[in-house]
């Protein structure tokens, strides 16, 4: 059963700042691999899919790296503002459903 | 387009009342699926529909659960005789599944339920 694993739970961290978010997962046979971002009460907001053929993607502070052999992917996010402060999950495809972490809660201060 | 869209936002029903949310997908996108989220978890994955076909059910949709797409469009869940237990979000997803490509899934804003 594939379970994944979204370490740390929480982080804050001083506006400006560089961090990484990492996402574990148990089996390696993945179609492909979204991060999403989720404000309170809210919705699902896609950022970044990588194809289980890719190595990372990137969209203008993001950077997301996907190491299928290992299960692992980070999200590394540059120059931190404080309306990145929201939720981050991140969900493998695995045939046809989303398998999500429980999510990293960010929090930037000004 | 949009995006995905669900309603109601809200829905506040009595135990043992029925309710049925609609969702919206993205015009193009062939597969629809629901999640439900309750707080401090990750959305976990109900059911999905290749155009009008149910194609897989999660354990967790109990037989008080259906949903239903008619003509491959907007798609409707609803729940009967809810219990408090089914207080959750509820989120719609959609995206676009041909031969080897699967796109990004978008969702909808949830609809958010208090059964009390």
């Known amino acids: 059963k594939q379970e994944v694993t979204q370490i740390p739970a929480a982080l804050s961290v001083p506006e400006g700042e560089n961090l990484v978010l990492n996402c574990s997962f148990t089996?390696?046979?993945?179609?492909?691999l979204q991060w999403f971002r989720q404000d309170p009460g809210k919705g699902l907001t896609s950022l970044l899919l990588?194809?289980?053929?890719?190595r990372e993607q990137t969209s203008g502070r993001l950077n997301a790296s996907l190491d299928k052999s290992s299960g692992r992917s980070t999200l590394y996010i540059a120059a931190s503002q404080p309306g990145d402060s929201a939720t981050y999950l991140c969900?493998?495809?695995?045939?046809?459903?989303?398998?999500f972490g429980k999510g990293t809660t960010l929090s930037v201060s000004s | 387009d949009t995006g995905v869209s669900q309603n109601p936002r809200h829905k506040i029903t009595k135990r043992g009342q029925n309710v049925t949310f609609r969702c919206d997908p993205i015009?193009?996108?062939?597969?629809l699926y629901w999640y439900r989220q309750t707080l401090g978890q990750g959305p976990e994955f109900l059911t999905y529909?290749?155009?009008?076909?149910?194609?897989?059910k999660s354990r967790l949709l109990s037989d008080r659960f259906s949903a239903e797409r008619p003509k491959g469009s907007f798609s409707t869940l609803e729940i009967q005789r809810t219990e408090q237990g089914d207080s959750a979000m509820y989120l719609c997803?959609?995206?676009?599944?041909?031969?080897?490509?699967?796109?990004?899934?978008?969702f909808g804003q949830g609809t958010r339920l208090t059964v009390v």
């Open positions: 997803a959609s995206s676009f599944r041909d031969r080897d490509l699967n796109t990004e899934a978008f």
């Open positions: 089996d390696s046979a993945i179609y492909n």
């Open positions: 990588i194809q289980s053929s890719q």
């Open positions: 969900a493998v495809r695995v045939r046809t459903a989303l398998i």
């Open positions: 015009s193009e996108h062939n597969r």
């Open positions: 529909f290749q155009n009008e076909a149910q194609l897989e």
